[in-house]
């Protein structure tokens, strides 16, 4: 089991970066792919980015290519989310999630992942 904590949202500027980070427990945090998901408010939980166990696929939503990027750290048991070139339409909570695979696959559903963290707020201002 894993349990994952995630910080560094906050208000921004349109136009401006912010950092998420997603702490996770346990000594096991190489084996689990990792995914970003965001809810806004009346809307339904979607899909950013997610990450392989090993770093080495990635991929995201459309609407946030060339802005984000997902990465980890697998010595500090940490997934980030950095998020440039921010829009007002990026506002929402932002959770990290955790899906216990070796495979390199594609997940983006909310049904593929196991574990899921309480979230951070994200707010950008026009």
């Known amino acids: 089991q894993v349990q994952l904590v995630e910080s560094g949202g906050g208000l921004v500027q349109a136009g401006g970066s912010l950092r998420l980070s997603c702490a996770a427990s346990?000594?096991?945090?190489?084996?689990?792919?990792m995914g970003w998901f965001r809810q806004a408010p009346g809307k339904e939980r979607e899909f950013v980015a997610g990450?392989?166990?090993?770093?080495?696929?990635?991929y995201y939503t459309d609407s946030v290519k060339g802005r984000f990027t997902i990465s980890r750290d697998n010595a500090k048991n940490t997934v980030y989310l950095q998020m440039n070139s921010l829009k007002p339409e990026d506002t929402a909570v932002y959770y990290c999630?955790?899906?216990?695979?070796?495979?390199?696959?594609?997940?983006?559903?909310?049904?593929?992942?196991?574990?899921w963290g309480q979230g951070t707020q994200v707010t950008v201002s026009s």
């Open positions: 990450i392989s166990w090993n770093g080495y696929s990635t």
């Open positions: 346990g000594r096991t945090f190489s084996r689990y792919a």
């Open positions: 999630a955790a899906k216990a695979t070796y495979l390199g696959m594609r997940y983006d559903s909310l049904n593929d992942y196991d574990y």
